[in-house]
Protein backbone atom coordinates (compact mmCIF):
# COMPACT_ATOMS: atom_id res chain seq x y z
CA UNK A 1 0.00 0.00 0.00
CA UNK A 2 1.00 3.58 -0.32
CA UNK A 3 3.22 5.17 2.22
CA UNK A 4 1.61 8.70 3.41
CA UNK A 5 3.49 11.03 5.33
CA UNK A 6 1.05 14.37 6.95
CA UNK A 7 3.19 17.03 8.90
CA UNK A 8 2.90 18.32 11.39
CA UNK A 9 1.88 15.52 13.54
CA UNK A 10 1.07 17.54 16.37
CA UNK A 11 0.85 21.08 16.92
CA UNK A 12 -0.56 23.42 19.55
CA UNK A 13 -1.71 26.78 18.77
CA UNK A 14 -3.27 30.21 19.04
CA UNK A 15 -6.47 30.77 18.86
CA UNK A 16 -7.73 32.71 15.38
CA UNK A 17 -4.62 31.79 13.52
CA UNK A 18 -4.30 29.38 10.82
CA UNK A 19 -2.50 25.87 10.32
CA UNK A 20 -1.87 23.90 7.17
CA UNK A 21 -1.56 20.38 7.46
CA UNK A 22 -0.10 18.91 4.29
CA UNK A 23 0.01 15.24 2.96
CA UNK A 24 2.17 13.28 1.10
CA UNK A 25 2.08 10.13 -0.82
CA UNK A 26 4.87 8.10 -2.10
CA UNK A 27 3.09 7.13 -5.40
CA UNK A 28 0.03 8.23 -7.37
CA UNK A 29 -3.12 8.04 -5.68
CA UNK A 30 -6.68 8.33 -7.53
CA UNK A 31 -8.94 10.01 -4.03
CA UNK A 32 -7.32 11.96 -1.62
CA UNK A 33 -9.58 12.69 1.26
CA UNK A 34 -9.97 14.48 4.95
CA UNK A 35 -11.00 13.54 7.63
CA UNK A 36 -11.55 15.05 11.32
CA UNK A 37 -11.78 12.39 14.52
CA UNK A 38 -12.29 13.90 17.65
CA UNK A 39 -11.56 12.54 21.21
CA UNK A 40 -13.06 9.26 21.19
CA UNK A 41 -15.47 9.57 18.18
CA UNK A 42 -15.14 8.65 14.67
CA UNK A 43 -14.30 9.48 11.61
CA UNK A 44 -15.92 12.39 9.97
CA UNK A 45 -15.23 12.92 6.29
CA UNK A 46 -14.39 16.47 5.77
CA UNK A 47 -14.06 16.77 2.06
CA UNK A 48 -12.71 14.93 -1.37
CA UNK A 49 -9.28 16.69 -2.43
CA UNK A 50 -10.17 17.02 -6.17
CA UNK A 51 -6.84 17.13 -8.25
CA UNK A 52 -6.76 20.59 -10.06
CA UNK A 53 -10.00 21.75 -9.01
CA UNK A 54 -12.56 22.86 -5.68
CA UNK A 55 -12.23 20.02 -3.06
CA UNK A 56 -16.49 18.71 -2.60
CA UNK A 57 -16.93 19.31 0.72
CA UNK A 58 -19.76 17.48 3.20
CA UNK A 59 -22.37 18.69 4.81
CA UNK A 60 -21.39 21.35 7.83
CA UNK A 61 -17.60 22.02 6.80
CA UNK A 62 -17.22 24.99 4.45
CA UNK A 63 -13.86 26.16 2.59
CA UNK A 64 -13.32 29.35 3.97
CA UNK A 65 -12.75 27.42 7.09
CA UNK A 66 -10.91 24.55 5.68
CA UNK A 67 -9.62 25.47 2.07
CA UNK A 68 -7.96 22.20 0.29
CA UNK A 69 -5.13 22.15 -2.31
CA UNK A 70 -4.63 19.12 -4.23
CA UNK A 71 -1.69 20.33 -6.68
CA UNK A 72 -0.95 16.67 -8.09
CA UNK A 73 -2.11 12.95 -7.75
CA UNK A 74 0.48 12.62 -4.74
CA UNK A 75 0.37 16.06 -2.59
CA UNK A 76 -2.48 17.98 -0.72
CA UNK A 77 -3.20 20.35 1.87
CA UNK A 78 -5.55 21.10 4.36
CA UNK A 79 -5.52 24.42 6.05
CA UNK A 80 -7.64 24.59 9.82
CA UNK A 81 -8.44 28.32 9.66
CA UNK A 82 -9.67 31.07 12.36
CA UNK A 83 -9.11 27.87 14.82
CA UNK A 84 -11.19 28.16 18.07
CA UNK A 85 -10.81 25.69 20.63
CA UNK A 86 -13.68 23.75 19.18
CA UNK A 87 -11.60 22.66 16.19
CA UNK A 88 -8.97 20.58 18.50
CA UNK A 89 -9.05 17.48 17.16
CA UNK A 90 -7.05 14.94 14.86
CA UNK A 91 -7.16 15.69 11.10
CA UNK A 92 -6.28 12.82 9.22
CA UNK A 93 -5.19 12.29 5.40
CA UNK A 94 -6.65 9.20 3.59
CA UNK A 95 -5.94 7.77 0.02
CA UNK A 96 -7.52 5.44 -2.49
CA UNK A 97 -6.80 4.12 -5.74
CA UNK A 98 -8.96 1.87 -7.99
CA UNK A 99 -11.18 -0.76 -5.82
CA UNK A 100 -8.44 -0.56 -3.34
CA UNK A 101 -9.06 -0.09 0.46
CA UNK A 102 -8.38 3.21 1.57
CA UNK A 103 -5.37 3.99 4.12
CA UNK A 104 -4.46 6.66 6.42
CA UNK A 105 -1.87 9.09 7.49
CA UNK A 106 -0.67 9.28 10.61
CA UNK A 107 -2.18 12.32 11.60
CA UNK A 108 -2.46 15.43 12.98
CA UNK A 109 -3.03 16.06 16.39
CA UNK A 110 -4.61 19.69 16.86
CA UNK A 111 -4.67 21.42 20.35
CA UNK A 112 -6.02 25.24 20.28
CA UNK A 113 -5.52 27.24 22.93
CA UNK B 1 -28.20 9.43 3.33
CA UNK B 2 -26.09 6.11 3.94
CA UNK B 3 -25.57 5.10 7.66
CA UNK B 4 -23.41 2.64 8.75
CA UNK B 5 -24.18 1.66 12.34
CA UNK B 6 -21.74 -0.55 15.03
CA UNK B 7 -22.44 -1.97 18.21
CA UNK B 8 -21.26 -2.27 20.87
CA UNK B 9 -19.55 0.90 21.68
CA UNK B 10 -17.77 -0.65 24.56
CA UNK B 11 -16.53 -3.87 25.14
CA UNK B 12 -14.69 -4.94 28.28
CA UNK B 13 -13.38 -9.14 28.10
CA UNK B 14 -10.58 -10.74 30.05
CA UNK B 15 -7.97 -11.53 28.20
CA UNK B 16 -8.62 -15.02 26.78
CA UNK B 17 -12.60 -14.08 26.16
CA UNK B 18 -13.75 -13.73 22.64
CA UNK B 19 -14.97 -10.84 21.21
CA UNK B 20 -17.53 -9.36 18.20
CA UNK B 21 -18.21 -6.24 16.75
CA UNK B 22 -21.22 -5.76 14.52
CA UNK B 23 -22.23 -3.34 11.43
CA UNK B 24 -24.88 -2.43 9.91
CA UNK B 25 -25.80 -0.82 6.85
CA UNK B 26 -28.98 1.01 5.96
CA UNK B 27 -28.25 0.57 2.36
CA UNK B 28 -26.63 -2.27 0.49
CA UNK B 29 -22.59 -2.04 -0.15
CA UNK B 30 -20.26 -2.49 -2.85
CA UNK B 31 -17.63 -3.26 0.26
CA UNK B 32 -16.81 -2.67 3.72
CA UNK B 33 -13.87 -2.50 5.17
CA UNK B 34 -12.51 -3.00 8.87
CA UNK B 35 -9.41 -1.03 10.55
CA UNK B 36 -7.96 -0.89 13.82
CA UNK B 37 -7.34 1.88 16.03
CA UNK B 38 -4.35 1.46 18.93
CA UNK B 39 -4.77 4.45 21.29
CA UNK B 40 -2.84 7.64 20.05
CA UNK B 41 -2.50 5.85 16.83
CA UNK B 42 -4.40 6.51 13.65
CA UNK B 43 -6.71 3.55 11.26
CA UNK B 44 -4.81 0.65 10.52
CA UNK B 45 -6.29 -1.50 7.48
CA UNK B 46 -6.91 -4.95 8.21
CA UNK B 47 -9.16 -6.94 5.34
CA UNK B 48 -11.85 -5.71 2.73
CA UNK B 49 -15.01 -8.27 2.19
CA UNK B 50 -16.58 -7.88 -1.36
CA UNK B 51 -18.58 -10.64 -1.93
CA UNK B 52 -21.87 -11.36 -0.37
CA UNK B 53 -22.00 -14.11 2.66
CA UNK B 54 -17.80 -14.01 2.48
CA UNK B 55 -15.73 -14.87 5.26
CA UNK B 56 -12.33 -14.30 5.98
CA UNK B 57 -9.70 -15.23 8.40
CA UNK B 58 -6.34 -13.30 9.80
CA UNK B 59 -5.43 -15.48 12.83
CA UNK B 60 -7.76 -15.19 15.28
CA UNK B 61 -9.96 -12.80 13.97
CA UNK B 62 -12.69 -14.18 11.65
CA UNK B 63 -14.47 -11.34 9.02
CA UNK B 64 -17.91 -12.03 7.77
CA UNK B 65 -20.00 -9.98 5.22
CA UNK B 66 -23.77 -10.55 5.23
CA UNK B 67 -25.84 -12.33 2.32
CA UNK B 68 -27.51 -9.02 1.76
CA UNK B 69 -24.14 -6.88 1.58
CA UNK B 70 -25.63 -5.08 4.20
CA UNK B 71 -24.11 -5.86 7.60
CA UNK B 72 -20.80 -7.32 8.59
CA UNK B 73 -19.03 -8.59 11.70
CA UNK B 74 -15.51 -9.36 13.09
CA UNK B 75 -14.87 -12.00 15.61
CA UNK B 76 -11.80 -12.04 17.96
CA UNK B 77 -11.11 -15.49 19.40
CA UNK B 78 -9.28 -15.74 22.45
CA UNK B 79 -8.43 -11.70 22.85
CA UNK B 80 -5.02 -11.28 24.03
CA UNK B 81 -3.72 -7.30 25.45
CA UNK B 82 -2.58 -6.46 22.28
CA UNK B 83 -6.12 -6.00 20.69
CA UNK B 84 -7.04 -3.60 22.46
CA UNK B 85 -7.95 -0.26 20.70
CA UNK B 86 -10.92 0.70 18.49
CA UNK B 87 -12.37 -1.46 15.15
CA UNK B 88 -14.08 0.26 12.87
CA UNK B 89 -15.97 -0.83 10.07
CA UNK B 90 -16.23 1.27 6.86
CA UNK B 91 -18.77 0.45 3.76
CA UNK B 92 -18.91 1.64 0.19
CA UNK B 93 -22.17 1.90 -1.55
CA UNK B 94 -22.39 0.78 -5.07
CA UNK B 95 -21.05 2.92 -7.47
CA UNK B 96 -20.13 5.29 -4.87
CA UNK B 97 -16.34 7.04 -4.39
CA UNK B 98 -17.18 7.98 -0.43
CA UNK B 99 -16.35 5.58 2.56
CA UNK B 100 -19.06 6.02 5.38
CA UNK B 101 -16.88 4.83 8.50
CA UNK B 102 -19.20 3.35 11.74
CA UNK B 103 -18.77 4.51 14.83
CA UNK B 104 -16.24 1.81 16.25
CA UNK B 105 -16.38 -0.39 19.17
CA UNK B 106 -13.60 0.26 21.63
CA UNK B 107 -11.76 -3.10 22.94
CA UNK B 108 -10.70 -3.62 26.16
CA UNK B 109 -8.57 -6.32 27.32
CA UNK B 110 -8.00 -7.49 30.65
CA UNK B 111 -4.71 -9.28 31.27
Known amino acids: SAVISQKPSRDICQRGTSLTIQCQVD?????MFWYRQQPGQSLTLIAT?????????ESGFVIDKFPISRPNLTFSTLTVSNMSPEDSSIYLC??????????FGDGTRLSIL | GQQVMQIPQYQHVQEGEDFTTYCNSSTTLSNIQWYKQRPGGHPVFLIQLVKSGEVKKQKRLTFQFGEAKKNSSLHITATQTTDVGTYFC???????????FGAGTRLFVKA
Open chain 1, 94 to 103: SVRSGGQPQH
Open chain 1, 49 to 57: ANQGSEATY
Open chain 2, 90 to 100: AGSNTGGFKTI
Open chain 1, 27 to 31: SQVTM
